[in-house]
Structures are given as C-alpha cells and as structure tokens.
C-alpha cells in the first residue's frame, strides 16, 4: 500500500503510462455506451482526462505531450492511407463540386471565428480555439498550439496561450458534436422531395455502372473492338456479347455488328455519350437478366478476386493482358470502398478485389496468379508505415513562404504533413515499389489507438482549469460563440447548396458532417435516414477538410498573431 501511495503522490513515467491506459480505457467504454442510435467514441476519452486533471491527477508533462502528438501522427497517416486511393478517384471524377462546398463551409466559418479578432473582442488564439471547437477538429488544434510554440517557443507564455487553446476547444467541443444534429433537423425542413432525391455525385459507392446497350450505330458495323476504343475516350468495358442467342466474350478483335447486346460497364455519368455511341440502352423490361447464368453462357462464371502477391501490385490491366492470357474479362475493380472502372490503364494494388467473368477453369488459374488469398495481407507492413510517417513528419517540417508576408515562412506540421504523405503513399506507393496496403480492420486499430492518445493527452494537459474557465472565467461566453459558429454559417452554408444544387438531402449531409469532422452527426443522420448513404459524401470532403483546417488554423497565427 506504501508502494502505491507513492507511485500516485509523484508524475514518474510508470504512473503517467497508467494515468493514460486509464484514461483511454475508461473514456473508450464510456464512447461505447449508445445514446439512442449514436455513441460519442473517443471523444469520451478527451473529457475523462479533462476530469482526471482537475481531480488533481499529477502526470509527467513529456510524456504526455509524447503521447499526444505521436497520438495525432498515427491517427492522420492511417487515415491518409485508408482514403487515399478512394479520394483520388472520387476527386477526379465527382469530388470537386463536394469539396468546393466544403472549402465554403470552411471559409464561412473561419471568417464567423475571425470576428472576434476584427472586433476586438478577443485574441486570434482564443479564436483558434473556440473555432476547432466548434467544428470538433481537434487535429487543427494541435497545428495552432504547434504555430503559437514556433512563433514563442517553448515558453511559460507559450504554455499558457496552448493551454487556454485546448481549454477554449474542450468547452466548445460538445456543443459543436451536437449543434450538427440541429443543423440537419432545419436542413430535413427545407429539402422537401430532396429527402428520397437520388442524385450520382456522391451517393453511392459504385463508381461503376452496368447497362446494356442494342447496337444501332452503323458506323460501328464490321469494325472491331479495338478500332472503335481508340476512338471514343469515354472509359468503359464490353464485358460480354449477346449475338443471336450466343453469349461470348469479347476480344479486341471482336466484330461490332447490327442487333449486338453488350453487356457495358461504364461510370453512370457517361451514360449519354455511350447511348450516342452505340444505340439506346435496352428497356428495362428487356434486359436479361442474368448475362453469365443462362445456357447460352455455357461454362462463364463471375468470381471476385483478391489481389495477394507482391509482383501484381503496380502493373496495370494492359500490362497483365488478362483477356488474350486467360480469356477472361474484368468487370470491376473494388479498392477502399468504391468500385472502379476497369479500364486499360487501371493500375492494380494490394488488396484490390478484382471481379472477373470467363471460363471456370481460367478463373481458377487466374486466383492463382493474383493470389486470392487473405493471409499475406493479414499483416501491416511496418516498414512502409514507418517510413511514410518519417517522410509526414519531415513534410510538416519543410518552412513554407507566405507571399507578401516580409519573409514569413509556415510549415504545416505534425497534422496536415503526415496525412498528405499517407494520402499520396495509398494511391501512390505502388509506383515506388512500396507495399502500402492495410487491411481495414488494422488500418482502424491504428486509427483509434493514435486518435485516442492524442484525446487523452489533450484532455489531461488542458484540464486542470477547465470547471474554473467554465464556471468564472470566459467559458460561458466561448460556448455561446462556439454554438453561433456552429449552427449559423453551417445551415446557411448547407441550405445554399440544397437549394440552389441538384444534391439530396443525404450528399448535403454527408458533406457537412464531414466537413466538421463530425463522424457522430453522421451516425446521427444515418439514423434519421434509414441508410448510410451519406457516408460517400463524408469520406470525399475529410481529408482536404482536415488538411484545409489544419492549414488555416497555423497561417492564420502566424498572420495575425
């Protein structure tokens, strides 16, 4: 008992590693509990250990300050990864008008935080605060507090302008958690038929389509396969024919000809250029129905394949010649989330799941070639991991020039380095011969033990004064400006593009949750919806939304601090 009264009396590293787990555990069980259909996650875990500071928990500050930031370059690199390939394609294709709303949703909100600095009222830090706040970002927190310690150093003034920070999120961070959930409910009374609207920019998951198509142009009569896809840019795969009863698969030699049913994948978008290009597509009440299950098919079978081996990863569908080696045809190429369109140029990855149509037998050989098989991919590949949070942290690092500041330099830090590096290296990192790939449920581990560090050593640095910032300092007045900051520039923002766009209800939503970096208001809005729909729409504008907060939150001290 001696022993452990003075392990609590001192801050040794033993008892700060256990303040930690503590905190961690316990904040994590109480993130689990459900309230209604939503939990609040490891937000739980910022505010035990705000709890466990102003009980009078005493920790070492290195460590913890260790804790936290190693915490943060965890969590925003496996994220990077994990969206990476996804936001790439998503971007390119029907990501830039989700993220240009998101940026507006970004600036309105910086500029509502800035008031207070224009007016007086308080200083850009305090506003800093009281914005990351309000939009529950606590990764931007971290690269203002980094901004202030570059500006001053590690200093008593320093610390302290960091701490009231972190105090200035913490209390603004609830009401920014469940002020979303009010700005949904007044965006569900102005969407009207927007509600059930199905749009294609962010609400589904396919990036692909499948249609059939009758061909009716006669320019494409007595020509091949080959000729024709030299001439029309628009991406898209013939996986099979239907000629006079006889379905077969195509080669690049293959003969267009009068009354041909192609069976098309293609992106919905490009649904009108292929109608012009090859005839109307066939009514619905025509279509068959199942293109490999009838007897004409023969032997064809459809199979979902896992790239497993290390000699795929990096070489394209040209170049593994998958149709004139195998006879088969690729369908769709599912990677982080989203279905591709397997066009020639299409690079393969690790733990792409390739769908492909053709003869058992060749199927068979082809698994064998791919891999198809989960085991080798069951372990994370450390050393590429290591590596890309060397290179983030090194790109944090690099001074970056503000024009027309007289030589001011910012760096984007420990935040926004680390998860354009992760980004880059999971839709790029094939292309250096690097494995990259980690299975979704590893990539989520990392995500969750890095965010939930960075939750509890926030919690415990910034809360020993936060009931007495609260209950007689300016806590009151920053909740009351971080809710105006919120709900105001959120719904005007929300309502402008429901009701001056084509997107429904669910992609407005799904945006704006992720804008605010909000995955509880999205849990919240799924529940209110029946589905998860807006999730596509959440994962398209996350990171640029990190990185862009992350961003301006460090200009912006360095600018007017």
């Known amino acids: 008992m001696h022993y452990i009264a003075e392990l609590l009396s001192g801050s040794s590293f033993v008892l700060t590693a256990l303040v930690i787990a503590i905190t961690s555990g316990v904040g994590l069980w109480i993130g689990n509990m459900k309230l209604g259909n939503v939990s609040l996650g490891a937000v739980c875990v910022f505010f035990v250990g705000i709890l466990l500071a102003h009980l009078g928990v005493k920790v070492n500050p290195e460590m913890v300050l260790f804790a936290e930031n190693f915490g943060l370059v965890l969590f925003i690199y496996a994220l990077g990864i994990q969206v990476g390939p996804g936001f790439i394609a998503t971007f390119k294709s029907k990501g830039l008008e989700l993220n240009l709303w998101m940026l507006a949703l970004t600036v309105v909100g910086t500029l509502s935080a800035l008031l207070l600095v224009f007016f007086g009222i308080d200083n850009v830090a305090n506003a800093m605060g009281i914005l990351n706040g ?111 009863g006889r379905i077969f698969l195509p080669t690049p030699d293959t003969v267009f000809m009068k009354g041909d049913h192609l069976n098309v994948v293609h992106n919905e978008a490009d649904r009108p250029e292929l109608e012009k290009f090859f005839g109307a597509a066939v009514p619905a009440g025509e279509k068959r129905r199942e293109w490999v299950s009838v007897p004409a098919a023969k032997n064809l079978v459809t199979r979902r394949i896992l790239v497993s081996k290390d000699d795929i990863n990096g070489r394209s569908l040209k170049g593994l010649r998958l149709r004139n080696k195998y006879g088969v045809n690729v369908v769709s190429v599912f990677r982080a989330e989203m279905q591709l369109v397997p066009h020639s140029d299409l690079v393969l990855q690790l733990g792409d799941r390739v769908t492909v149509v053709g003869p058992a037998e060749k199927l068979d050989l082809l698994s064998r070639v791919l891999g198809n098989e989960l085991k080798p991919l069951d372990t994370p590949y450390l050393v590429s991991i290591f590596l890309g949070i060397v290179l983030g942290i090194l790109l944090g690092m690099v001074p970056i020039p503000i024009p027309g500041s007289g030589g001011s330099t910012f760096n984007l830090g420990i935040a926004a380095g680390p998860i354009i590096v992760g980004i880059l290296m999971g839709a790029y990192g094939y292309r250096l011969r690097l494995t990259t790939y980690i ?29 007495e910032t609260l209950s007689e300092g300016p806590g009151l007045y920053w909740l009351g400006i971080g809710a105006l900051i919120t709900i105001v520039p959120t719904t005007l923002v929300a309502l402008a593009a429901l009701l001056w766009t084509k997107q429904s209800f669910n992609t407005v939503g799904g945006w704006v949750c992720g804008a605010m970096a909000n ?30 907060r992350v961003v301006i939150a460090q200009v912006l001290i360095l600018l007017l601090y």
Request: hydrophobic share 40%; charged share 20%; with cysteine.
């Open 439 to 467: 299975t979704h449920s590893a990539n989520l581990m990392i995500r969750t033990l890095g965010l939930t560090l960075f939750m509890a050593g926030l919690g415990l640095t910034s809360g020993a004064g936060f009931f």
């Open 519 to 548: 995955p509880i208001a999205l849990d919240y809005l799924a529940s209110r919806t029946g589905n998860d729909k807006g999730a596509v729409s959440y994962a398209t504008v996350y990171p640029l939304g990190i990185f862009a």
């Open 134 to 244: 309000a939009v529950t970002n606590t990764p931007a927190l971290g690269s203002a507090q980094q901004a202030v310690v570059g500006i001053l150093g590690d200093t008593p003034e320093s610390r302290e302008i960091v701490n009231n920070m972190a105090l200035a999120t913490a209390i603004t961070y609830p009401i920014g958690t469940v002020g979303v959930f009010l700005v949904l409910e007044l965006m569900r009374l102005f969407s009207g038929d927007k509600l059930s609207r199905k749009d294609n920019l962010g609400e589904t998951r396919n990036e692909h389509f499948t249609e059939e198509y009758l061909v009716t142009n006669e320019a494409l009569f007595g020509r091949t396969l080959k000729e024709v896809h030299k001439e029309f840019r628009v991406e898209y795969l013939i996986s099979e024919i239907c000629r006079e």
